[in-house]
């Protein structure tokens, strides 16, 4: 692990998540692979970041979006909701108004109506038809391993979750419009 980012996941955990992961079994990862910011996959108890930049008041927010995942569940519904909240009060607690306020931007952008935004099967899905689309030779497994990767999930997991996942790799294989 990147020492700034191993440096900060500690220091988050002791001031915003002081009694989470007491036996230290979550890790943080870089991993820019990934199609989106930020992963939490409590299976394996490790969180993948795209990327970290040291004392970017983004980067932090992300860390401590994708530990609210780990701390409630995997949606941003209202335990989610929360313990963001939560954090953005610790926030201003210690002084960090640029924390708390990309944290309540967070909070809102997530309390949006869901029209308005890409659920995650559908980017799941998105990305799974335009990798068959755009490689004509690769097999199911194959372009499932690669959206289940940038998704932060295994094969097997990935394949639970996205039912639809032949449906949407055939499309983008024979070509169909979306």
Same mark, same amino acid.
């Given at each position: 692990?990147?020492?700034?980012? &191993? #440096?900060?996941?500690?220091?988050? $955990?002791?001031?915003?998540?002081?009694?989470?992961?007491? +036996?230290?079994?979550?890790?943080?990862?870089? #991993?820019?692979? %990934?199609?989106?910011? /930020?992963?939490?996959?409590?299976?394996?108890?490790?969180?993948? %970041? *795209?990327?970290?930049?040291?004392?970017?008041?983004?980067?932090?927010? %992300?860390?401590?979006? #994708?530990?609210? &995942?780990?701390?409630? +569940?995997?949606?941003?519904?209202?335990?989610?909701?929360?313990?963001?909240?939560?954090?953005?009060?610790?926030?201003?607690?210690?002084?960090?108004? $640029?924390? #708390?306020? +990309?944290?309540?931007?967070?909070?809102?952008?997530?309390?949006?109506?869901?029209?308005?935004? %890409?659920?995650?099967?559908?980017?799941?899905?998105?990305?799974?038809?335009?990798?068959?689309?755009?490689?004509? /030779?690769?097999?199911?497994?194959?372009?499932? &391993?690669?959206?289940?990767?940038?998704?932060?999930?295994?094969?097997?997991?990935?394949?639970?979750?996205?039912? *639809?996942? /032949?449906?949407?790799? +055939?499309?983008?294989?024979?070509?169909?419009?979306?």
């Amino acid at each position: 692990m990147d020492n700034k980012l &191993h #440096e900060a996941f500690k220091y988050i $955990k002791r001031v915003f998540f002081p009694r989470w992961d007491y +036996n230290k079994q979550w890790v943080v990862k870089e #991993e820019p692979c %990934l199609f989106v910011m /930020g992963v939490c996959n409590s299976k394996t108890k490790i969180i993948y %970041l *795209k990327h970290f930049y040291a004392n970017n008041p983004d980067s932090i927010c %992300l860390l401590i979006h #994708e530990i609210c &995942h780990a701390v409630t +569940n995997k949606n941003h519904a209202k335990k989610w909701v929360t313990r963001m909240q939560k954090a953005a009060a610790t926030s201003q607690r210690i002084g960090n108004k $640029k924390l #708390e306020e +990309n944290i309540l931007k967070e909070i809102a952008w997530y309390s949006e109506p869901e029209d308005e935004c %890409l659920t995650t099967s559908d980017l799941v899905y998105k990305n799974l038809y335009d990798i068959a689309l755009r490689n004509s /030779g690769m097999s199911c497994e194959d372009c499932i &391993h690669k959206v289940a990767v940038g998704f932060g999930m295994d094969d097997e997991d990935f394949k639970k979750s996205f039912k *639809k996942y /032949g449906d949407y790799y +055939n499309k983008g294989k024979n070509k169909e419009k979306y």
